[in-house]
């Protein structure tokens, strides 16, 4: 028996929907949306973009070699299949 | 009421906490993924060592991709643009950590149950009953912050991007309980065709009412603050929100076109899947007509490219997603690595791409200094784009390999050799990726930490 729950969880669904979607109609939600375009735009200032400086010269050299070596490890191991693709 | 009042200034532990949660379950998520590709290309490489076996490795992959990597990630955005979006503070930044530490615990759990071997055997819905709670228990607690939050709001207006995440959150909560079949703690299961039905529905529901309405809302609340425009249309975007809601619940059939469930329920997954294009549209035309002469402004921002990016994967993923529910098509396109492809545009695409842009977009905002690394992030970016690109065209070849040979009456072991090469290109995009993610936790925890950049 599972019919019970599938209509329980999709009249429970329906329900709560419809009455989310009332309550927005109700409460204004659907008004004054030329203001609620720019809600994201209010509020804080922008902080300043990343600086070079911070990031440590060392650093840099350490993790570009390693992104490098991952990426030749990638490539090496994709060539070294490609040239033996037909022995295996 | 509308008084533009500034919200009191917080150190977004909660928003910082999902933002490292993410980060270090990407590199977890990914190293399993790269582990079951290997595997794959060398299947004796772990034959002795039971609890690396591919069936355990991959719905780990799988869960902590979705609930350690991608939903935290979208989380942390989630945690600092709605106290924003409403003018008002969290409603609990204490309960958000608990939230956070509880949700970190749970992923472990995650890892140690099926790397031991304690699963239901269901796709998406492995886990035990047990962790199953832990998981519905996360939800509701991010649920509570966040509705507590909606009711102290002093905007009386529900930005687009509330409206996703708060529904998001709930929806889940409730499909995950019944998805899981939670009142059968034993087995998590039904039996027979109602149980596939059941397990369906919720497996593609997972990404239709858990990772799109969350990555919309992140893209919604990204998009035009980073072009300083406002949003092309809200009444559109609403239009898209409950038009999502009606449409993707029906579509989880479509995942059992080949198995004998009733034909109403097909017809009506398949003309759902075909009618998603109204709320993918209706988001996609909003998002980039707000974009529209504003890509300099979006590739200056390393979130913004993250998220704008993740819309374009969105239109792909949801193109395809429509066309491969048409019974012709899914002929040759299910039951393999096709759908492989489809869900690595999608998962990190689309929602992976949106919750790391979310992170970075948010990181200088809640830490109050710039962004560790821009160059990493990018570096980063450009790894995860070609990986996923990659991964979408090596798979869709080896996904019509097996579809052809397979309508063809092809043996399995002729086929076998063919794919080999396709696989071993796959795992090394999937180093490429992996890489990626050790670099992105690199950089978010120095961002958080150990920034000495200057304070903004």
Redesign the interface.
């Known amino acids: 028996m599972y019919f019970p729950y599938f209509i329980t969880y999709m009249a429970l669904g329906f329900a709560i929907s419809l009455a989310v979607f009332f309550w927005a109609l109700k409460n204004g939600q659907f008004k004054d949306q030329k203001r609620a375009r720019f809600l994201p735009l209010e509020d804080e200032h922008e902080p300043s973009a990343a600086k070079i400086s911070t990031f440590h010269r060392y650093e840099a050299y350490v993790l570009v070699l390693l992104a490098v070596a991952g990426l030749a490890a990638s490539g090496a191991v994709l060539i070294f299949a490609l040239l033996n693709a037909n022995g295996a | 009421m509308?008084d533009?009042t500034?919200?009191m200034p917080t150190n977004y532990p909660t928003a910082k906490g999902f933002c490292l949660t993410s980060a270090f379950w990407m590199v977890v998520a990914t190293s399993m993924g790269l582990l079951g590709a290997t595997e794959l290309i060398a299947p004796d490489l772990t034959e002795n060592v039971g609890w690396l076996v591919f069936g355990r490795i991959r719905p780990i992959h799988v869960n902590l991709v979705l609930f350690g990597f991608v939903t935290p990630g979208l989380l942390a955005a989630a945690f600092y643009?709605v106290p924003?979006?409403l003018?008002t503070e969290l409603y609990s930044e204490k309960l958000g950590v608990i939230t956070v530490l509880a949700w970190n615990f749970t992923m472990v759990f995650v890892v140690v149950s099926l790397a031991l071997g304690y699963t239901q055997g269901r796709e998406y819905a492995e886990m035990i009953w047990p962790i199953d709670m832990l998981i519905v228990g996360g939800f509701s607690l991010v649920f509570v912050n966040l509705i507590m939050t909606v009711a102290r709001r002093k905007?009386?207006?529900?930005?687009?991007?509330v409206w996703y995440v708060c529904a998001g959150i709930v929806l889940t909560a409730?499909t995950f309980c019944?998805g899981n079949v939670i009142?059968r703690p034993n087995t998590g299961s039904?039996v027979g065709i109602?149980d596939a039905i059941?397990l369906w529905f919720y497996g593609h529901n997972v990404f239709g009412l858990l990772l799109t309405p969350l990555s919309a809302g992140v893209a919604?609340?990204v998009i035009?603050?980073a072009c300083?425009?406002?949003?092309?249309?809200?009444?559109l975007s609403?239009f898209g929100f409950?038009s999502l809601?009606v449409v993707y619940?029906h579509i989880g059939t479509h995942h059992l076109l080949q198995v004998p469930v009733p034909t109403w329920l097909k017809v009506i997954s398949i003309v759902d899947s075909v009618a998603m294009v109204i709320p993918v549209m209706a988001f996609l035309i909003n998002i980039w007509y707000t974009a529209k002469g504003k890509l300099g402004e979006i590739h200056?921002d390393i979130g913004a490219k993250f998220v704008f990016t993740g819309t374009i994967m969105y239109f792909f993923v949801s193109i395809q997603g429509s066309m491969m529910a048409l019974p012709d098509v899914q002929r040759v396109t299910h039951f393999n690595n096709w759908v492989v492809a489809h869900a690595h545009v999608g998962v990190l695409g689309f929602a992976g791409m949106i919750a790391l842009g979310g992170i970075y977009y948010i990181l200088?905002?809640i830490t109050?200094?710039?962004?560790?690394?821009?160059?990493?992030a990018d570096?980063q970016y450009w790894?995860i784009l070609i990986g996923v690109i990659g991964f979408t065209v090596v798979l869709t070849i080896v996904g019509l390999i097996q579809g052809n040979a397979w309508l063809n009456g092809e043996t399995v072991y002729r086929v076998l050799?063919e794919m080999?090469?396709y696989y071993?290109?796959r795992?090394?995009?999937g180093?490429?990726i992996?890489?990626s993610a050790?670099?992105g936790l690199?950089n978010i925890v120095r961002s958080i930490f150990f920034?000495?950049?200057?304070i903004?």
């Open positions: 509308t533009p500034p919200t643009y924003k979006l003018r905007e009386p207006i529900l930005y687009v991007s409730v019944l009142w039904l109602p059941l919604y609340y035009p603050r300083r425009a406002p949003l092309y249309s809200h009444t609403l409950w809601l619940t200056a200088p905002r109050g200094r710039p962004l560790y690394s821009r160059f990493l570096f790894m050799p080999h090469v071993i290109t795992a090394s995009l180093l490429m992996f890489s050790l670099m690199y920034n000495t950049g200057e903004s």
